[in-house]
């Protein structure tokens, strides 16, 4: 604990010297102005988590605060070890934070619930013993949000709108990777949640892929307006992506910036360039040291 | 010399998929017939029987080793006349509720321990003292306790699956991948509902390697423990046969006797098992 505190206190004034509190402010002037206009969707307030390994107590994130509005497209970035992985199973409520509240629509986040479905970046979130079909439809009856006809034509709404229609009676096991992350992706779809929390869903495919899948999750957007929070490390991605983009520091994870990333479709133009040059100096404008566990994000 | 910069970009007209002539080739007969499984274990079978009588013949000593063709003429009249098939049958009765039993066990107890540190500490425990004790080494103790008959053997059945089984299950439940386990919790399932939903089929290719194991150990233990005392509710089970056979110097019906445990043996595991794969871990691709 006192090692935490230390650590988190001391990278807190760096930071304090580094930027000076005018960003801050704005950053909370904004907040405010959201509120004026309507509660946000998801309030993440001031949350710091600290998880234990073997040997040590580590501060994944400290004092994250930002707001998620309807039909938001967030996206959290940030390099491998600034715990933007780990805030997001906090707020998909599989981890606890040690200072500060999330909540969805006003409710305090406690648990897992379905009202907040994870896409992970595994290929293993499908359950292998289902079907694709039977894959999409099990959480709507077994959280009782759908039943019997009508979860069948709402799973099979979903799968059309990814396209795997013609997969629906085959198992997970027998299709490609991105096949399976746009089944993982119809499955929290066709729950309808408040909002879709996306775990780095394209990471682990080959780029023609991954540029394919980005550009159908954003024809998807277009189609339902669904809120979604999307956990990447990936500068390009996150401007293509994202409506909003929050920029965290690594070790601990503390916010650099919120910003509007440029208008939906000019990710190749200039301003998304200098955007993208401009997030880039922020993420390394501090030298960056080589994290410890490459996979923890 | 060619120079770097001189090299032109090259561009290429490539055939569509109807412009090729052959893309599938159906396979020779010979190379068919070798991919069929079934047929690649009974050349196995055969060419054992084969070295069986072989050596039976040239051995030419039929108490000791009758030959395959004595052996086969020896079931076949047991078989027949009713004797092997009764015996066989009062065998199965017992290991089926020897196997049940076991088995219902250990998934409750596994099912506690994954539940409980208390509860894994405790299995951990348990299996460390109990699984290397031979079943058969209980049976004085289970003749004392439970008489002579079916109480007895189902007591040492269930000692010999229990362990084995209960092991198998949580190193599976054990191995259920983070993400698994994350869906789950996801969609609100907990409790039995967890356990049932998730963990019970992403676990499902230990659990069955564990009811394999925990179903021979079931054998050899029937047998072991009929050979010792063998009667239960007057009349015998195989390993009572045998020994009986043994007792008569009737040799080739001894070793009718093993080769029908060996069949039942290659029956389940061929026919049962083989069903219950195909139809889970295979179709779901937990398994090659």
């Known amino acids: 604990m006192a090692r935490g505190a230390t650590l ?3 990278t807190a004034s760096d930071m304090a ?3 000076p509190a005018a960003p801050a402010v704005a950053l909370r002037g904004r ?12 309030d993440v307030r001031g949350v710091t988590i600290q998880y234990k390994t073997q040997a040590h107590l580590i501060t994944a994130t400290y004092r994250v605060s930002f707001n998620v509005l309807q039909g938001d497209r967030f996206v959290v970035l940030g390099p491998s070890g600034c715990g933007k992985s780990t805030l997001l199973k906090a707020v998909g409520g599989y981890l606890t934070p040690t200072e500060g ?3 969805l629509k006003g409710e305090r986040i406690v648990k897992p619930g379905p009202d907040r479905i994870m896409v992970f970046q595994e290929f293993d979130q499908l359950l292998p013993w289902m079907t694709v079909f039977e894959n999409v439809t099990f959480p709507l009856k077994t959280t009782g949000t759908l039943r019997g006809k009508a979860a069948d034509a709402r799973a099979m709404h979903y799968l059309e709108k990814v396209k795997l229609a013609d997969f629906a009676h085959s198992y997970p096991h027998t ?3 991105g096949m399976k992350q746009r089944v993982a992706i119809a499955r929290g779809m066709a729950m309808e949640p408040d909002i879709l929390l996306m775990d780095e869903p394209f990471a682990a495919l080959d780029a023609l892929t991954r540029t394919r899948m980005q550009d159908e999750l954003l024809s998807l957007w277009d189609d339902t307006r669904f809120t979604v929070l999307f956990v990447t490390h990936s500068i390009p991605e996150a401007i293509k992506l994202g409506s909003r983009i929050l920029l965290l520091s690594p070790h601990p994870g503390q916010v650099k910036a919120e910003i509007n990333s440029v208008p939906r479709g000019q990710d190749n133009s200039n301003e998304a360039a ?8 922020m993420l390394f404008a501090d030298q960056i040291e080589e994290a410890p566990n490459a996979a923890g994000g | 010399m060619l120079q770097a910069a001189e090299r032109p970009n090259i561009y290429c007209e490539t055939l569509g998929p ?11 007969l010979a190379e068919q017939i070798y991919n069929k499984v079934w047929l690649r274990k009974i050349a196995i079978l055969v060419v054992l029987a084969l070295g069986w009588e072989i050596y039976g013949r040239w051995l030419d000593n039929p108490l000791l080793v009758p030959p395959f063709s004595a052996t086969m003429r020896a079931l076949i009249a047991d078989v027949a006349n ?24 250990a998934g409750l107890l596994t099912v506690f321990a994954i539940s409980s540190r208390i509860g894994t500490d405790f299995l951990d425990t348990m299996t460390a003292m109990f699984n290397p004790l031979p079943a058969i080494a209980l049976l004085p103790l289970a003749l004392i306790w439970f008489g002579l008959g079916i109480g007895s053997l189902v007591f040492v059945l269930v000692h010999s699956v229990m362990w084995a089984v209960s092991l198998n299950m949580l190193a599976g439940f054990r191995g259920v991948s983070a993400t698994a386990r994350m869906v789950g919790r996801n969609y609100n399932l907990s409790g039995l509902r967890f356990v049932a939903r998730i963990l019970i089929p992403a676990a499902f290719p230990s659990i069955l390697a564990g009811l394999k194991i925990g179903w021979a150990f079931a054998w050899r233990t029937l047998i072991a423990a009929e050979l010792v005392f063998g009667v239960s509710s007057g009349q015998g089970g195989l390993g009572w046969y045998i020994f009986e056979s043994k007792n008569q110097l009737e040799i080739p019906d001894v070793f009718a006797g093993l080769l029908t445990i060996i069949l039942i043996g290659l029956a389940v595991e061929n026919v049962v098992f083989r069903f219950i794969e195909t139809r889970t871990v295979q179709r779901w691709g937990m398994q090659t």
């Open chain 1, 175 to 177: 299709l490609s990777g």
């Open chain 1, 101 to 103: 509240e999330i909540r």
């Open chain 2, 82 to 105: 009713g004797t092997i098939p009764r015996r066989a049958l009062s065998s199965i009765e017992v290991l089926l509720i020897g196997f049940a039993t076991g088995t219902v066990l």
């Open chain 1, 8 to 10: 988190a206190s001391k």
């Open chain 1, 17 to 19: 010297g580094l930027r």
């Open chain 1, 31 to 42: 907040a405010a102005t959201d509120a004026e206009t309507g509660r946000p969707l998801l």
């Open chain 2, 18 to 28: 109807d412009q090729f002539g052959i893309i599938e080739k159906p396979l020779t």
């Open chain 1, 274 to 281: 200098a955007l993208g040059r401009e997030i880039h100096d």
